[in-house]
Structure formats: C-alpha cells, structure tokens
C-alpha cells in the first residue's frame, strides 16, 4: 500500500512529571491484514490519567508499556479491510489499539459501535471506560443516599462528572472540585452540582468545609495528593471513599504529606469507621449491561451532560495527555486522529 | 454503712505514654440505692486499648473521660443490694461501671451472667467485647477464605487470638505477629497458628514475607503504627483491612512513618484494590446473639482457646493499662477487684 501509518512509541520513561520528549513519532507502512484478521482506521483516541501509570516500570496492576512499543490507549476506529467474516469494511469498533493511525486486530476484545445510538466518541467517555468508573465506583462502594453529601474532585473531568450527576439523581447534595472559575460555573450551571469549589483558591480548605456544612459522606477519590488531605477532617462517620485514581500522585517523585498523615488517617479510619476502598474498572467490564440499562437512556435524555475535549491529529497526543496531567482538559479529552 | 468503696479517678491527661500518676485513687462511702436502683460490687475490671484513648481529649468516637472523673471501664459485678424487681443479691452482671470497687446502676446497659455457662470473667474477653470485636471484623470486613492467608498482630491478646481462632475454623493460613518468642510459641502449639513472627526480631520483615509466601490476603489492624508498613507492601489484589485499633498510635505525639506512606498507601488501596474498613464493635452490639450463637459453643468445646492474664487488686489498674499499651501482657488482662 502506499498509505503511510503513523504511531506514537514511549521513547523513555519519566521521572516525575512525563513530557513530550517521552514519545517517538515513527512513520511505518500501513499493514496488511492476515486471514481472521482486520485493518482498523483510528478515528478518535483517548487519553487517560491511568496512561501515566503504564509510561512507569514501578508496579502497578498492569505491565508498563515497554521502551519503543507503542503507547497505550483506547480507541475507535473504523474497519477499512477484514479478512474477518464478523467485521465488514465500514463497521465502527471500540478497542485498545493504542497511540497509531491504524491497527491490525483479530477482532478479539472489539465492540461494534451503532453510529446512530449515540456519538461515536462517547464510547470512549461516558458511555465508556470513564462513565463505568464513575457507575460502579458509586454502585459498588460510594453508594449516595438521599440526603447526604458526596464530594468528587475534577468536577468537569471524564469521570468527576459523571460521577457528580449520577450522586444527583440519587438523592444526594453533590460539591465539586475544579481548577478555576470556569469549570466551577460549568459544574454548576451545566452539571447540576450544588456547589463547585476551586482547588486554586488560597482558602480552598475553609470554602470546601463552608460547602459541606454537614460534613462529607461520599468522597469519590480520582485526584489523590492534597485534596484528599483537605476532605479527610470533614468525612463523618461511616463516610465511603472509592479510589479509582491518584492524578496528583502520579508524576510524585516523593510524597508531599508531612509525617503526622498517615497515623492521623488510620485513626480516623478507625474513629470514623471509614470505609476506603480501590476498585479498576475493568474487574467491572463483565457487568456492562447493567450500566448500559441506566446511563445510555440517561445520556439519550439529556439527564447527564457531557463535555468533550477534543484535540486535533495523533501528534497533539503527548502533549494533550501531559496537559490532563495538570488538569488543563476541560471535559474528557480525546484525540480526533481522523475524521470519522 | 461502714464500708468504704475505693475508686480510680483521671487525675491528668497524658501528653504521650501514660503513667500510673494520670490517676488518683480515691475512697468514699459505698452508695446506698434509691428506688428503682442497685448496689454493684466489682468482681473484674477489664482493661482494653481503647482506654487510652478515653484518656485524651483529642477528637473520637467517644466523649474522653472528665479530669476528676472516674475511670471507664468493662466490669463484671455481683448486686449486693436491689431496690430493682428485675435483681437481686448476688445475681452477677456484666456492665459498665468503671475503675471503682462500688457502683449504684438503675440496672439499665446490665446484662446478667450465668456463672454455670463459663468463667465470669469471660464476658469482659471471648465472650465479650473483645470476642465480638474479633468475630464481627472477620465477618463484616475481614473474610477470609479457605486457602487464603490472615495475619493479626498481638495474636495472643484478647483480640488477636480469637480472630486467628476463627480464621483456622473458616480455613485459612494463619500468621501471627507478637513480641518475643514465649508468645510466639504460645501461638503456635496452643492457639494453632501456622505461623507466629516476633516483631521485635531485628529481621522483622524479613521473617514475616517469608511466613506469607503467598502475600497477605486479610491483615486484621489491631495495633498501627510500624507493622502495618510492613504488612502493606505483602497485601494481596482485593486484600481487606478491618482496622479495629491502633494500640501504636494510641500514644503518638507525632507519626513515626516518613512522608512517602501516605501516597504510597493510597496508590496500593488503588493499584490492588484493597479495602480498608474501620469499625467499632459496639455498632455490633444489637447482633450479640448471633455472635454467641457460634462462639459460646466453640468455647465450650475447647475449640476456642483462651488465656486471661489476670493482676490482683483495684490499685493494679493503672500500672496495668500503662504495660497494656506496651504489650506487656500475655493474655486478655484483667483486674481482680475482689473474689467472686
């Protein structure tokens, strides 16, 4: 073919916080499927804070990508040949075909897209990997009753939204923690959240505990570092806290927290009878239905909002996932790598 | 009357380790019952890790006992004198009625005791709250499976050898940790641990990786501080944490851990999954029956072991706690205020 492909390899490993010198933009010749085999057309690529875990060789649950392979990362794409008699030229699939401009896939681990039922892209957020983050870490672990309050951080982020509305349709008063006025009077206006405290504010500690007046009873973790040691002294007794994510610690070389922090959250895990608890998603992946049931008629209605941020070409990658690292994303930040 | 009661008051709040001198030991005329009321001799006083805690007035669960008041304290009591129909004389009683050798109770919180069922002093230890402490946190939060691998440190005190106990009964590998070899032993040939590792050994983490060979996949957290960072890092995906105590924290001015833990904590409640739970046995209370329903007969059988390490003499109490809270005992403590 005379096509050229495009990927993205991890060049090197960061130390603390990764830059774009960590990729490799390689050029390769777009490749031919085998028999069983498809070839996929990137159209949209995700980017996610668990990335930085995989640019790391510390343990973690999943293997690190390796030097000079291809950085990872879900996707949907477009089935442009198939030696597949499951797959025909056209179909929309759902993958984790990684940092590249085309992909060969055996078809094992795709879902079929239906362009018509909801925007190709939202399987990436929403109704994806994100929107599941947020479902079951609110169904399995937080679980908002009416009337309490639930705090979630990223407020307008992929998974802190979501998070935020569902808490609202169950009852719950729902704070959020954004960087900036902006996205605070986004969670507000658009999202529905009750209240949104900016994390930048110099008195951020004295606005979150004005904001939550009866202490905290939900606080779904997907920042980690400082704002957790904010949220600690308001959660009350019998307080829930999923951790699905530690962003703010991802880049730490060293620990932030002074000596007294963790002696002081074991007690209170205790005096509190807290519940902290880490789940993955993916150990939910088995479940998909069920959410489906829920959060696509959601979605349809237009209960949930949902905010895209999308950057434009496979090389706008590096640096779009080094800017969500630092919150800079406004919504959930994707990749358009072609057009649709 | 002629008789005089003695009781043990909270002279001062330690600033760390307390010291006998935190007490004041007082005399005063044994009350006489009004209408409706009883007159309670002290048989046992228990003495728990919890106690320090009552001590302070840093924030808790519960209020700290008042300067000048007396003392909180588990007991088992004989009714000298009722003014109740619900008791007479000589009934025995398991209550709440503190560091004094003498109480007048409107007989409420009271529960009687039937010395022909087991030792008296049982209802302060594994029969009591101690046991259900040990019973509910394994079957709430700890869950061990068969095959799966518990540890538990102070594994010959109150708590720690009946959460083993049980653990053996439900099928899994159990690791004990305490301090010195004749608990250790202790341990293993009466209690039946698998394993039992000296804390105090120079090697400690080396010794206990090596009793866990297949990680670590219920850590019962009775006592905090520095055991618990060994114990992290050997969790198992999906490892539960019932957090009951923290006996080495309990007297921390400042933390001893460096400001890593936190973060590294945090990423492992992730990375693994892990649950982390507090809890406190009394929310456990109104399900009394259920617990006596399978531990009374394991007591009775022998299955259940069972030591008491028992100091004679009201005036005991305070040297007592303070070697508690060192880990001097070997046994559940106890005090004898008077024979029954």
Redesign the interface.
Known sequence: MAETARRLVLASRPVSEPSPENFRLEEFPVPVPADGEILLRTIYLSLDPYMRGRMSDA???AAPVAIGQVMEGGTVSEVVASKNPDYKPGDKVLGQTGWQSHAISSGKGLRKLDPAAAPLSYALGILGMPGMTAYFGLAEIGKPKAGETLVVAAATGAVGSVVGQIAKIRGARVVGIAGGEKKCAFAKSELGFDECVDHRAADFPTQLTAACPSGIDVYF?NV??RV?EVVAPLLN?YARVP????IA?YN?A???????????????????????????VS?FYPRYSEFASEVVGWVKSGKLKYREDILDGLESAPRGLVGLLRGENFGKRLVRVAPE
Chains 1, 2 share one sequence.
């Open positions: 343990p973690s649950y973790e980690g570092g957790f007794t951790v699905c994510g530690v610690q730490a060293v620990g932030v927290q002074d000596a007294n922090w963790v002696p002081t959250l074991m007690r209170s895990v205790l005096s509190k009878r807290l519940t902290l608890r880490g789940f993955i150990d």
